[in-house]
């Protein structure tokens, strides 16, 4: 079983390569109640906001923690268009 992380609306994502964003939105799956994936805000402006599943994500010692570079984090699915 994966150990329990906390994820929270403003939480820190840390990639590979330091700063990737903030968690804008958490969906939870209907069956367990449990975080299915976390919609993440780049740091950056007008970058579309990215839908991470859960269970790519680690607590981290600054927040939650993503194994994956800037552009592997991306290459994620869009959640709608960049602002």
Do not use: Y
Not at 25 to 44: C, E, M, N
Not at 68 to 76: A, H, I
């Amino acid at each position: 079983m994966r150990e329990r992380i906390e994820i929270a609306i403003g939480s820190a994502v840390q990639g590979d390569e330091g700063f990737v964003g903030e968690v804008e939105r958490i969906d939870l799956d209907p069956s367990g109640g449990f975080a299915a994936q976390v919609a993440v805000r780049p740091r950056h402006e007008g970058g579309a906001t990215r839908l991470v599943p859960a269970a790519l994500l680690e607590q981290g010692p600054d927040g939650l923690r993503l194994a994956r570079t800037l552009q592997e984090f991306e290459e994620l699915p869009a959640d709608g268009p960049a602002r």
